[in-house]
C-alpha cells in the first residue's frame, strides 16, 4: 500500500525565514502523482500543487517551490519568506490507483507557525 | 466559479442518534469523493462517485455508514447509531473527470461530535 511520511510534526519560524516541509512516499506504482495541499484554520484543504512521477523538473511558484527527488521518493515543499498567513497545516498526498479511480493517501501533516 | 459546499459545518449529536450531511460539489464535475480527517491526522478516503455510481468503498465504511449520489450531483453521507468514535471532520472533494488521475478539491468540511 502507499504511504506518505512527514516526519516534522510542527515547525515554528519568524517572518521572512525561510522553511521546507519534508515528504517521503512509498509506492510500488510506476506511475503516480504527487499532492500539496494547505489546510487553514477555517479547515478547508487548499489545493497547491500537482505533479505526476514522470515530470521531476522543480516548480516555482511565487514563493513557494517544489523539489522533486525520485531517487530519494521525497516531494519537499519551501517556502521562502515567509508570512503569517503561511501559517496553517500542510499535507503531502500519493494518488493511488483503485480499481475504478483513485485516491489520496495523505500523511499525517506538518503545523506551520509563522511569528511576527 | 463556486468551490465544494458542505452542509451543516457542524453537527453535535447523542450517540445512538442517526446524522446525514450533504455535499455539493463544483458543477460539472462528475467525480465526488468522501474523506474523513480525525485530530492530528491527515484525511483517509471513504468512497469515491462517478456520477451516480458509487464505485470504491474504503474498509472504513462500516455498515452504518451509506453514501448515495442521485443524479449524479449533490451527495449525501449518513452515519445511522453513531459512536463516540465517529468523531471527527468529514471532508467532500470533487474533480472534473478528466484523466485517471485529476485533481481533487475539497469543501470545507462538517465536524461531526457525538456526545
Known amino acids: 500500500a502507499q504511504k506518505v511520511t512527514q516526519a516534522q510534526t510542527e515547525i515554528s519560524v519568524v517572518e521572512k525565514e525561510d522553511v521546507t516541509l519534508d515528504c517521503v512516499y512509498e509506492t510500488r506504482d510506476t506511475t503516480y502523482y504527487l499532492f500539496w495541499y494547505k489546510q487553514p484554520p477555517s479547515g478547508e484543504l487548499v489545493f497547491l500543487i500537482r505533479r505526476n512521477s514522470f515530470d521531476e523538473q522543480n516548480e516555482i511558484s511565487g514563493r513557494y517551490s517544489w523539489n522533486f527527488q525520485k531517487s530519494t521518493s521525497s516531494f519537499n515543499f519551501t517556502i521562502t519568506a515567509s508570512q503569517v498567513v503561511d501559517s496553517a497545516v500542510y499535507f503531502c498526498a500519493l494518488s493511488e490507483a483503485m480499481e475504478y479511480g483513485n485516491k489520496l493517501v495523505f500523511g499525517a501533516g506538518t503545523i506551520l507557525r509563522v511569528k511576527s | 466559479d463556486t468551490g465544494v459546499s458542505q452542509n451543516p459545518r457542524h453537527k453535535i449529536t447523542k450517540r445512538g442518534q442517526n446524522v446525514t450531511f450533504r455535499c455539493d460539489p463544483i458543477?460539472?464535475?462528475?467525480?465526488l469523493y468522501w474523506y474523513r480527517q480525525t485530530l492530528g491526522q491527515g484525511p483517509e478516503f471513504l468512497t469515491y462517485?462517478?456520477?451516480?455510481?458509487?464505485?470504491?468503498k474504503s474498509r472504513l465504511l462500516s455498515d452504518r455508514f451509506s453514501a448515495e449520489r442521485p443524479k449524479g450531483s449533490f451527495s449525501t453521507l449518513e452515519i445511522q447509531r453513531t459512536e463516540q468514535g465517529d468523531s471527527a471532520m468529514y471532508l467532500c472533494?470533487?474533480?472534473?473527470?478528466?484523466?485517471?488521475?485529476?485533481?481533487?478539491?475539497f469543501g470545507p468540511g462538517t465536524r461531526l461530535t457525538v456526545l
Open positions: 458543477s460539472e464535475h462528475n467525480r
Open positions: 462517485f462517478q456520477n451516480e455510481a458509487q464505485l470504491e
Open positions: 472533494a470533487s474533480s472534473p473527470g478528466r484523466g485517471f488521475t485529476d485533481t481533487q478539491y
